[in-house]
């Protein structure tokens, strides 16, 4: 397997990485497992559209759900929506599932939600399916320059 984009990525933010293939899982829960991190610890990136061509990634602690009203808050904006397929694919390059803030064909800003940062280490898309990237918390925000915000709440499905 060719390294997942998130390697060079990381490499590049001077972000050390350790890449986990566990292949596919039915569910967050089942993957925290394979990868054997804390549960809650595994974060999922979604791309919100906060207007025409504007866009920011939300890494979501596993077991939450962004809380639309906290996230239109701390963009400061009235409407805001998760990005279409398409808008996914070109700008960061990658198709759900694999959606990771590292290797994203765009730069873009970062929001870490504030329970995922509780965590000393986080597990984040690579890049490429069923593939994880653990990284120390602490050094992914100053890396992406991520604000730490509360816009999730717990997701009782």
Known sequence: MDAPPAVAAAAALDLAVEISDVGPSR???EHEAKLGVAPGSLCKTLLVRRGEGDYVFVVVSGGRKMDWKK?????GVDR???ATREQLLDVTGFVPGTVTVLGSATTLPVILDAV?????RIAVG???PGVSALVDTAAFVVATAATVE???VPDDR
């Not at 995922?116 to 000393?120: G, H, Q, R, S, T």
Request: aromatic residues 4%; proline residues 0%; negative net charge.
């Open 27 to 29: 569910s967050m829960e």
């Open 71 to 75: 996230v239109r808050d701390v963009l």
């Open 80 to 82: 805001a929506s998760m």
């Open 116 to 120: 995922a940062a509780e965590f000393d």
């Open 126 to 128: 690579s890049g490429s």
């Open 150 to 152: 509360d816009v999730t």
